[in-house]
Structures are given as structure tokens and as C-alpha cells.
């Protein structure tokens, strides 16, 4: 579905924040990349939606090259993908429907009565079906987040990308977040995953990579990474953690 090919990038000719990473991600694949900070994680990413552009390296997108070049065609790529990040950036002047309502009217030409009837299902489904109504300002961290997703989730994606969506939250709402995540897992969501929660990656991923330094130093099961990687940095790594 993804195929990430060779990709590179540095900041300011001298951090190589990404060096030389592949990764092909298949349909219904749950990936999480962990890792020290500073190791790349949120850059791959970027780079995948789009707020970061390769020195080098391609992504293809069900068999088709993302156009770096033409932005309007990258974006049209995209469009089966969607993000969410460590923060919520929901619109503060618009409600919580609004906010999931905008994208679907303006991008996609749906009716207002459609994206709202959408917007109510995705609404339902992260438990905030009584927030419709209210601005962003009043809801909870943890509420923003599963809005957030909803927001997603409303231009219909067949892959999400999430870089730390708990990160920023207090920790009786990291629980609520995850576990709306944990329920598009088990709907066969495809995803690429961003995460310090190392249990919750454990228990969700197909397969994990390790990032160092920009480099992706191992991947395989959770097994594997958890108990059979000989890789001292992993190990070091998840000593740490843990
Ligand atoms: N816009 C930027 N300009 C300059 N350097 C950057 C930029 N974005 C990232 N970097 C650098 O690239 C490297 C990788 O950063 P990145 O944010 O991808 O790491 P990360 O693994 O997501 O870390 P964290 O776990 O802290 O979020 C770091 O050295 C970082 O300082
Ligand atoms: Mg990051």
C-alpha cells in the first residue's frame, strides 16, 4: 500500500535527520517506529504526509510514485492518508462538527448534510456524539485528540499516520485515547504509529522498527524486538524505557 524507498533528508547540510529508509507497509499492517529522540520518527513521517519534502528517495502510494514536485498532484495522492499529531490543531473558532465538517465539504464536495451525518458516526464512534456542539477550548486533552481522529477518520483514509497522539496528554486521558486507536486496529485499519507507549506498541503492531540516529537499525514482530534482537542499542534501548 506504502512503499517507502531509500528515503533521506537533512536539515541545513548537516543534520541527516533520515538516512537510507525503506519500509513497504502492507494493507491492514499496524507499523510502529520507536526510538530515542532525535531519531528521525516524526521526519519519516513528515515526509510521508507531505510537510517535509526528500532529498532523496521516492514513496509510492499503491504502486504510484508521490510527485514531489507537483504539489497539487502530491496532495491528490495523499488524500487516501490521514494524520494525526502530538497536537490537536483543531480550528478554535469553529465547533467540534465544524471542525469535522469543513474538509469534507470543501475538499471532497460533499453536502452539508452528508458530512454531518458522517461527522456524527465518526463522532459516535471515539464517544463525543454530546460534544458536537461545543468549541474545541472545552474539551478535555484527551477529548481534543479523539476529535482529531474523528476529523481524520471523516475524509475516509485508508492508511492513518500518528506521531505521538498521547504524548502531549495527562495520563488518565492517554487511556481513552489509545483505546480508540486500539478499536480502528481491530477494524483492520492500516497504520503507521509514532509511540513512547511501549506496551501499547507491543500489543498492536505487526512489526516495529527501530530508529537510531536516523537509521533504521532493526524491525521485525514485537516478539522479536521485545525478546530476540541480539542489537545492543535496541536492547539498551528498550532497558530504558521499560
Ligand atoms: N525543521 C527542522 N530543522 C532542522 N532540524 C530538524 C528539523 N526537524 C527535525 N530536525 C532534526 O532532525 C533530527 C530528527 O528529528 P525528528 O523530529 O524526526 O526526531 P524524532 O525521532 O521524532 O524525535 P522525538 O522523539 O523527540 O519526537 C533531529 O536531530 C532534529 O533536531
Ligand atoms: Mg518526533
Avoid at 103 to 119: D, R, Y
Avoid at 120 to 142: C, H, I, N, Q, T
Avoid at 199 to 225: C, Q
Amino acid at each position: 500500500m506504502i512503499d517507502i524507498i531509500d528515503l533521506n533528508k537533512t536539515f541545513n547540510n548537516k543534520v541527516e535527520a533520515v538516512k537510507d529508509f525503506s519500509l513497504k507497509v502492507e494493507k491492514g499492517e499496524v507499523i510502529s517506529l520507536i526510538g530515542p529522540s532525535g531519531s528521525g520518527k516524526s521526519t519519516v513521517l513528515r515526509c510521508i504526509a507531505g510537510l517535509e519534502t526528500p532529498d532523496k528517495g521516492k514513496i509510492l502510494i499503491n504502486g504510484q510514485a508521490i510527485n514531489f514536485r507537483n504539489e497539487k498532484l502530491a496532495r491528490k495522492q495523499r488524500t487516501i492518508m490521514g494524520f494525526v499529531f502530538q497536537h490537536f490543531n483543531l480550528f478554535s473558532n469553529m465547533t467540534v462538527l465544524k471542525n469535522l465538517t469543513v474538509a469534507p465539504v470543501n475538499v471532497q464536495g460533499k453536502s452539508e448534510q452528508e458530512a454531518e451525518e458522517l461527522a456524527m458516526k465518526y463522532l459516535k464512534r471515539v464517544g463525543l456524539e454530546d460534544k458536537a456542539d461545543e468549541f474545541p477550548s472545552k474539551l478535555s486533552g484527551g477529548q481534543q485528540q479523539r476529535v482529531a481522529i474523528a476529523r481524520a477518520l471523516c475524509m475516509n483514509p485508508e492508511i492513518m499516520l500518528f506521531d505521538e497522539p498521547t504524548s502531549a496528554l495527562d495520563p488518565e486521558m492517554i487511556k481513552e485515547v489509545l483505546n480508540v486507536i486500539r478499536d480502528l486496529v481491530e477494524d483492520g485499519m492500516t497504520m503507521i504509529i509514532v509511540s513512547h507507549e511501549m506496551n501499547f506498541a507491543r500489543e498492536v503492531s505487526d512489526r516495529i522498527a527501530f530508529l537510531e540516529n536516523g537509521k533504521m537499525l532493526e524491525i521485525g514482530t514485537p516478539d522479536y524486538i521485545f525478546n530476540q534482537t541480539e542489537n545492543q542499542r535496541v536492547k539498551d534501548f528498550l532497558d530504558k524505557v521499560l
